[in-house]
């Protein structure tokens, strides 16, 4: 498992991480500065080489803008069920009737409450005349669902927006 970690070091110099009470006959390790350094970058170099084998290998599809990252989003603290329904939303894969599914290609993709807009996450979110009052309510100064909109970064939007969707019933 250690070889793994190797190409990772490069130019770092060998610090064994292991317990030195295990070890009491050993040459002392280096400090801790030095330890906390050196982890440090073999975090960075490593999510580096991640990111890199992702986006070659694994490429999102094209209408998914948002950012590849390695970091948790803040949505995943909100409960499995609803986390689940704002990624689906995100990657275009819910129930709105926009998004690609398995039912059949020639049902409507309009919105089923105001049947003027296509059914996506911005139309549902921002721009629903049906859903006015509960928009007002819950989502008060949001506007915007893309992917550099603060929403993401929000604990607080991102509960508001987790209790918009449970009152209008989206998805």
């Known amino acids: 498992m250690a070889q793994i ?17 295990l070890l009491p006959d050993l040459p002392p390790l280096p400090s801790d500065s030095v330890m906390k350094s050196v982890y440090s970058s073999l975090k960075a170099k490593s999510h580096l080489i991640m990111l890199d084998d992702w986006s070659l290998n694994h490429p999102p599809p ?4 948002f950012p590849m990252s390695l970091t948790p989003h803040s949505f995943r603290g909100l409960g499995k069920f609803m986390a689940g329904s704002i990624y689906q ?3 275009h894969k819910s129930y709105l009737t926009a998004h690609p599914s398995w039912l059949s290609s020639c ?15 911005s139309h549902v979110i921002l721009c629903c005349p049906v ?15 893309g992917s550099n909109a603060p929403l993401w970064c929000s604990v ?14 989206t998805n």
């Open 131 to 145: 859903k006015v009052a509960p928009r007002s309510h819950h989502l008060q100064g949001l506007t915007s669902v």
């Open 156 to 169: 607080p939007l991102l509960s508001s927006l987790a209790n918009y969707i449970i009152a209008t019933a």
């Open 107 to 121: 049902t409507s993709r309009l919105c089923p409450l105001c049947g003027q807009e296509q059914e996506t996450l």
């Open 5 to 21: 970690t190797l190409p990772l070091l490069e130019s770092l110099s060998f610090a064994p991480l292991i317990n030195t009470l």
């Open 62 to 65: 094209l209408y998914y803008t």
């Open 89 to 91: 939303m995100r990657v």
